[in-house]
T-cell receptor, first 117, second 114 residues
């Protein structure tokens, strides 16, 4: 069965420091991979996604993620964190065989990011 | 373009009651998916609708149901509410409902069951 693991439940970084949020997936093939962010009281906003091609993906708000097939990972990075980045981050996989039934995403448990001034 | 809207934003119900939540997708989007978010189970897929047909369903009991109207608006219904149904219910819309489509999420409906 497909699954997504985000090993870190909560991470605290200082403003201006670099950030890496980990995501590992379990799937028979390369799934479609997504990172979403959720601010308090808000829905989820897509940061970036990977389907194929270049394994380093650029997203919004200065985020990037690298797909590593050998490690079944899709870690999210940002070189310099801003206080406004404090939120919960979710890694998700979609089924590439889902075709036109792509409405289903499987999410990790989320990583809550706190930013110290 | 207006985003995904969900009504109501907050609901308080008691055990045994039923509840209906509404989701209006982005204009032109035809696929609507529903998710339940709880601290213990995280985000879990409920079901997806496209052109008034349920195409995909998660692992939830039959008390959870949904439908989609011809204008793509969707409702989900939970009957015989249990305490464990307290959650944030999120809906998301996409244009075609393909795996490669970006899902755009609404702000959610916070359901509290007492």
């Amino acid at each position: 069965a497909q699954s997504v693991t985000q090993p870190d439940i909560h991470i605290t970084v200082s403003e201006g420091a670099s950030l890496e949020l980990r995501c590992n997936y379990s799937y028979g093939a390369t799934p479609y991979l997504f990172w979403y962010v959720q601010s308090p009281g808000q829905g989820l906003q897509l940061l970036l996604k990977y389907f194929s091609g270049d394994t380093l993906v650029q997203g919004i708000k200065g985020f990037e993620a690298e797909f590593k097939r050998s490690q079944s990972s899709f870690n999210l990075r940002k070189p310099s964190v801003h206080w406004s980045d404090a939120a919960e981050y979710f890694c998700a996989v979609g089924d590439p065989l889902g075709g036109n039934q792509g409405g289903k995403l499987i999410f990790g448990q989320g990583t809550e990011l706190s930013v110290k001034p | 373009k207006a985003g995904v809207t969900q009504t109501p934003r907050y609901l308080i119900k008691t055990r045994g009651q039923q509840v209906t939540l509404s989701c209006s997708p982005i204009s032109g989007h035809r696929s609507v998916s529903w998710y339940q978010q709880t601290p213990g189970q995280g985000l879990q897929f409920l079901f997806e609708y496209f052109s008034e047909t349920q195409r995909n369903k998660g692992n939830f009991p039959g008390r959870f149901s949904g439908r989609q109207f011809s204008n793509s608006r969707s409702e989900m219904n939970v009957s015989t509410l249990e305490l464990g149904d307290s959650a944030l219910y999120l809906c998301a819309s996409t244009g075609r409902g393909y795996s490669t489509d970006t899902q755009y999420f609404g702000p959610g409906t916070r359901l509290t069951v007492l």
